[in-house]
DNA sequence: TCAAAAGTGTTAATAGTACACCCATGA
DNA sequence: TCATGGGTGTACTATTAACACTTTTGA
């Protein structure tokens, strides 16, 4: 027996900053929000903590309904827990953070629920505190994507070092040599080309390059 | 009107990595969990969330509660929310790192709750997740100790480049060169040297310094 | 033939690491 | 006088930053 029973339950939601990448720009993934409070606000991914799962379950359930796509990069930002952050009654709401390819996500869904890729540095006022929770999110990025190879869950399997410079270049607002950029790449040991060309992009064709994740 | 209600609520804790640094030791504060589930084992500082504060006041008041102690460094590490990890009632629980000055803190408090500071090395298995949540804190506190003023609040007002040399060296588990330690402090603009003197810790007597917080 | 993106090296500056001796003092 | 902790400088290495031209090719 615990002495539990005497304590305030809360709800507790999970909200996800879904990141896409797209014609060079850092986007993340809003809605309007269907239902009051706030409703018509734009809003992040989100939804409430269900009782046989996990936070990040939560998260990764919510990511599958909204877009479609299982199996995304996730990581806990933050949790935020001010009283009268949601107007409607005291949630608890756990931040993540969320990595997908533009390109998987799933269109139909995205019509059913209002869905909108926003540039993330013009975003408008979304509801609540969710750009605070946007910028936790991206300063996060931000680190990660200097050290580790979360840039794989952004880009296409194979990418271009232009690709991928230009997705470092928004992700931390500067630009960068481009010298300099390949040379720090050709130090990672969790990339590497492959005999593969994309004509696309340009005339002479470019290497393409992929994560070993 | 919500439509809110029909989803489950949890209770939410606050659970704190209480840090305190003495004798060369990094140290983390635990107690005798007084009831079920978990009664007797070891477990770090928490509580409930109460309805009308928010996450980082809660934290403040069990510290307050707990140790004496109002207006330390407290920061927020993560959510932990798995389903059974607290084997009485589902919690999810919001883990604070808190940084004291271990000289403040209250021994009568201590001993009503039967409190004990262990050195963060030699932690004996402490009751759920709690070995997990120190181990997140303590690698924030390195990655904080290098950049930025935090080991003011593990130090009294004064201390020599000796004491706070020993406390980098117990948070990074490494030893640290001198005469480069020295120097990379005195590139911070946040650490001055005062004009006082302890002659407490060598016939010598050190220069005390202190942080601008 | 030319526009457009791909690709390529060198130098300078900065940050980090390794290392050993003299100083001041109280007991 | 000597044991103890305080205090100091230099050389080497690694990392990061700055910078401009040639290559390839389809239109």
Redesign the interface.
Known sequence: ????SS??????SVDCVVFGFEDGKLKVLTHKRP???GEGELSLIGG????????EMAARRLLLNFTGLDDVYIQ?I??F???ERDP?????S?VYSVLINIKWYDEELAQKYNAEWINVDELPQLCFDHNEMVEKARKILGESIKETPVAGYLLPRYFTISNLQSLHEAVLRQEIDKRNFRRSLSEKSYIHATNLIDKMSSRRGATLYEFDL
């Open positions: 027996m615990t002495n539990y304590y305030p339950r809360f709800l507790v239902y009051e409070p409430f903590v269900e009782r046989d799962e996990n936070l806990q933050a949790a827990g001010d009283v409607g009654e005291r949630v608890i756990i």
